[in-house]
T-cell receptor, first 113, second 117 residues
Framework: AQSVTQLDSQVPVFEEAPVELRCNYS??????LFWYVQYPNQGLQLLLKYLSGSTLVKGINGFEAEFNKSQTSFHLRKPSVHISDTAEYFC???????????FGQGTRLTINP | DTGVSQNPRHKITKRGQNVTFRCDPI?????LYWYRQTLGQGPEFLTYFQNEAQLEKSRLLSDRFSAERPKGSFSTLEIQRTEQGDSAMYLCASSLKIGTASYNEQFFGPGTRLTVL
């Protein structure tokens, strides 16, 4: 069975500082990986996805993530955060042919001025 | 707005009552999913439909839960005899299966927040 672990439940950073949100997954087969963002009282919005090809994936709002198969990780990074990035971030995994997404527990990103 | 819509956005009910939620997917999307998100956790898969056929159900979907998509468009999720443990955000998502593509992006609605007193 697939599982996703987000190593930090909360990450506080100062505005304009870099940030990394960590995600590790477990799966015995090839996987597709995703990062979603959830703003208060809203649904999930896809930030970026890794399906195949280049291991460095660029997404919306200046975010990027790197797929590392040997480390089974898919960490999310942004070089300079803004107040508007305050939200909950979820890492998710699925395998080819499967339909359900398996989500991590989420990381709450708080940006301090 | 042509995104996924869910109604109601909030529902407060007393333990033992039945509740029904509705999800309207993006037009032409043939797949529809339900997830449940409890406080402080990530969403958990409940079930999904391709057109009107319910193709997979999670073990989380107890006998008190039933989902339908009668005409392959909107879907309803009913919870009978609600319990306090049912309090959660219920999220709906839709996607368009194209050919033999192995993954089709899921677009999420805003969710229905259920509170069982």
């Amino acid at each position: 069975a697939q599982s996703v672990t987000q190593l930090d439940s909360q990450v506080p950073v100062f505005e304009e500082a870099p940030v990394e949100l960590r995600c590790n997954y477990s799966s015995s087969v090839s996987v597709y990986l995703f990062w979603y963002v959830q703003y208060p009282n809203q649904g999930l919005q896809l930030l970026l996805k890794y399906l195949s090809g280049s291991t460095l994936v660029k997404g919306i709002n200046g975010f990027e993530a790197e797929f590392n198969k040997s480390q089974t990780s898919f960490h999310l990074r942004k070089p300079s955060v803004h107040i508007s990035d305050t939200a909950e971030y979820f890492c998710a995994v699925t395998r080819g042919g499967a339909q359900k997404l398996v989500f991590g527990q989420g990381t709450r990103l708080t940006i301090n001025p | 707005d042509t995104g996924v819509s869910q109604n109601p956005r909030h529902k407060i009910t007393k333990r033992g009552q039945n509740v029904t939620f509705r999800c309207d997917p993006i037009s032409e999307h043939n797949r529809l999913y339900w997830y449940r998100q409890t406080l402080g956790q990530g969403p958990e898969f409940l079930t999904y439909f391709q057109n009107e056929a319910q193709l997979e159900k999670s073990r989380l979907l107890s006998d008190r839960f039933s989902a339908e998509r009668p005409k392959g468009s909107f879907s309803t999720l009913e919870i009978q005899r609600t319990e306090q443990g049912d309090s959660a955000m219920y999220l709906c998502a839709s996607s368009l299966k194209i050919g033999t593509a192995s993954y089709n992006e899921q677009f999420f609605g805003p969710g229905t927040r259920l509170t069982v007193l």
